[in-house]
């Protein structure tokens, strides 16, 4: 959902972060994480970086995704697991008492530049 | 070399929601987020809403849609002050288009105001506007499966109203299973059953709004 408005706020973040580091040249590396909850579609993300990425200080950079899931909290056994469905019961004992922390969340994490 | 950032990539629009709630407590108004589908009753809910209101609050409105003022145009008829917000192909309201209509609205003398965001169970889930709740709708006529189908937006809100309540004898909508699906995902959140045309659950959700309004008498 609104890929091509993400990544066209993630190349305008990248540039400002490089203008205010003082330092010149190409990005050659971009990490970033994708929340596995986030409702974010990665392959979309890679096509619309695609797109948007030549003519920029990113045209040659290579995109790294990390996909972060969520952890499910249990209310009734405290368990603390991974999980990738919006919707779930605790996969420890099956309550539906849970709720999430993290997975949610689209971060830019770091970006290496060449010079 | 490495730059390290560590930030969120769509900061901009939580920063500004941040801003535009700090404004809406400085002045004193209850902002009130109102999603729903296309055609679920927001505007028609507002229309019996601000009928039953009794002079009790000062209401203000912000409508968003992608186009035309249909909306805002019904809103006038009530007297209420109302800003329309065309965003022209975007699906969903965001804080900059709030606080942009916000220059035409008289903040200082609103208590409560209502943005109805552009129908939508999916994006509108993304985007804080800045207000302090955030309501759902669901009509009778959509079907009671739609919260555990678009859960974000229903785990997001701090009340679902169950909208054309009138329709229910019409139909096989389970108000329980609602009930139950809500009470799985968001605990917290208000139930409310609302019909627009015969005035069912409106009093109470008014009540409920109101109680919560800081200058409401």
Request: include cysteine; proline fraction near 3%; hydrophobic fraction near 40%.
């Amino acid at each position: 959902m609104h890929e091509l408005s993400i990544v066209k706020t993630l190349i305008e973040q990248v540039e400002k972060e490089v203008r205010r580091s003082g330092h010149d040249g190409h990005v050659v590396h971009l990490d970033i994480i994708i929340g596995r909850l986030s409702g974010v579609n990665v392959d979309s993300i890679r096509f619309a970086f695609d797109l948007l990425s030549p003519d920029t200080l990113l045209e040659e950079a290579n995109l790294r995704i990390t996909e972060a899931k969520a952890v499910c909290l249990c209310g009734a056994c405290d368990a603390r697991t991974e999980i990738d469905e919006l919707v779930a019961n605790c996969p420890a004992c099956g309550s539906e008492q849970i709720t999430f922390e993290g997975g949610q969340d689209l971060l830019l994490e770091s970006i290496e530049l060449d010079d | 070399m490495k730059i390290v950032a560590a930030r969120k990539i769509l900061k901009a629009n939580d920063q500004l929601a941040e801003e535009n709630r700090g404004r809406f407590n400085r002045s004193g108004t209850l902002v009130v987020n109102m999603v729903g589908s296309p055609g679920c009753g927001k505007t028609t809910l507002l229309e019996a809403l601000f009928g039953g209101l009794d002079g009790r609050v000062v209401p203000a409105v912000i409508e968003g849609d992608l186009a035309s003022s249909i909306d805002a145009e019904r809103i006038e008829k009530l007297g209420v002050p109302v800003v329309q917000i065309n965003t022209q192909g975007a699906c969903h309201l965001d804080a900059v288009m709030v606080a942009d209509a916000c220059e035409g609205i008289a903040l200082d003398k609103t208590d409560l105001l209502v943005i109805e965001n552009v129908g939508n169970l999916v994006c509108t889930a993304g985007f804080d506007l800045g207000e302090h709740l955030r309501i759902v709708l669901l009509s009778v006529s959509e079907g009671d499966d739609k919260v555990i189908k678009y859960p974000t937006i229903f785990r997001k809100s701090d009340a679902l109203l169950i909208t054309k309540t009138d329709l229910l004898p019409q139909s096989n909508f389970s108000v329980d299973r609602v009930r139950a699906d809500m009470q799985r995902l968001t605990p917290k959140a208000q139930l409310f059953q609302v019909s627009a045309s015969t005035g069912e659950g409106v009093r109470q959700l008014a009540d409920w709004l109101l109680g919560k309004c800081p200058r409401a008498e």
